[in-house]
């Protein structure tokens, strides 16, 4: 009786062969690759529901603040409606759909215009500039990977 661990060695005189192996027979081995996201595309996609969930908090509560005062203003419903166009797309992107690409783009091009469009009577040019270079800008390279080749071929649906 052995106790032992060991796995049983057995030369090439021990393997028996299947009946089928010993045709002369081609077999053709198809592999199906299945993949994930892209690392880029989670991380954006994360980082987009990040960054859009703060939007949206940040404008109900300027906007719940300016109302208080009587000054209210609809503008900042239409940047909670372009951030959850933005995080639906980003979501739909991970589930390979192309068409979230297109709501993301859309979303993100309303935010952006409406948000230059807003700073243009802000009260000095240099605030204005530079607000919306730190807001414009993220939004923009965003927009830009998400187009990339890798991500689009990413996306079948």
């Known amino acids: ?21 010993d045709s002369n027979e081609k077999k053709e ?34 906007d719940t603040v300016l109302s208080y ?3 209210g203003d609809f503008m900042y419903y239409i940047y909670v409606a ?11 992107m991970l589930s390979k759909k192309k068409n979230g690409l297109y709501i993301y783009s859309v979303s993100q091009v309303l935010f952006i215009m409406l948000f230059i469009l807003s700073r243009i009577p802000s009260e000095t040019e240099y605030y204005s500039t530079s607000w919306t270079i730190l807001v414009v800008l ?16 990413y996306l079948t649906k």
């Open 69 to 71: 005062f009587g000054a």
């Open 82 to 92: 372009t951030c959850v166009g933005t995080m639906i797309g980003a979501i739909m």
């Open 138 to 153: 993220p939004a923009a390279i965003f927009l830009f990977l998400y187009w990339s080749k890798d991500i689009r071929e």
């Open 29 to 62: 081995v198809v592999y199906i690759e299945r993949r994930g996201a892209p690392t880029m595309l989670t991380i954006l996609v994360v980082f987009t529901i990040i960054g859009s969930l703060f939007s949206m908090g940040k404008s109900l509560f300027y």
């Open 1 to 21: 009786m052995n106790n032992s661990l060991e796995p049983k060695k057995e030369t090439v005189a021990d393997v028996k062969f299947l009946p089928h192996e």
